[in-house]
């Protein structure tokens, strides 16, 4: 059995995203085959700048991300599979899913085909730590 943690652990470790994110990070949408965490990315379709405060405190180990600036101009076309937010550097932070509602993934776009020079909009992104 997996480790079990507090909600003040779990909340704790979600707030540590969005302090490693810092102001104005960047969340960067790619096509293909997710690669370990932090590892080289597929084609890149689209970078959203996040929120000054990507997130509010969370809550019950959640991260729910304040809403997201649209990309007015997607940098590629193809199918949107994961995303990756950094600081406003470029610096690894996360990796995770994307998908559309209902899919369960942690970023969630209204449409996942993504064509070159059209808008990218996001729906929402959530975070949640283990056994939350």
């Not at 990070?25 to 096509?31: E, F, K, Q, T």
């Amino acid at each position: 059995m997996p480790a079990a943690f507090s909600t003040t652990v779990r909340n704790a470790q979600m707030d540590a995203i969005t302090a490693a994110i810092g102001s104005t990070g960047l969340l960067r949408i790619y096509d293909g085959t997710r690669p370990a965490s932090g590892g080289a990315a597929t084609t890149l379709l689209a970078q959203l700048t996040l929120s000054a405060a990507a997130a509010p405190a969370a809550s019950a180990g959640v991260l729910n991300f304040n809403p997201v600036t649209g990309d007015p101009s997607a940098d590629a076309t193809g199918p949107a599979t994961w995303f990756r937010i950094t600081t406003s550097g470029g610096s690894f932070v996360i990796d995770g899913d994307v998908g559309e509602p209902g899919s369960g993934a942690e970023c969630i776009m209204v449409d996942t085909s993504i064509v070159v020079a059209q808008p990218v909009g996001i729906q929402s992104i959530t975070i949640t730590a283990g056994n939350a």
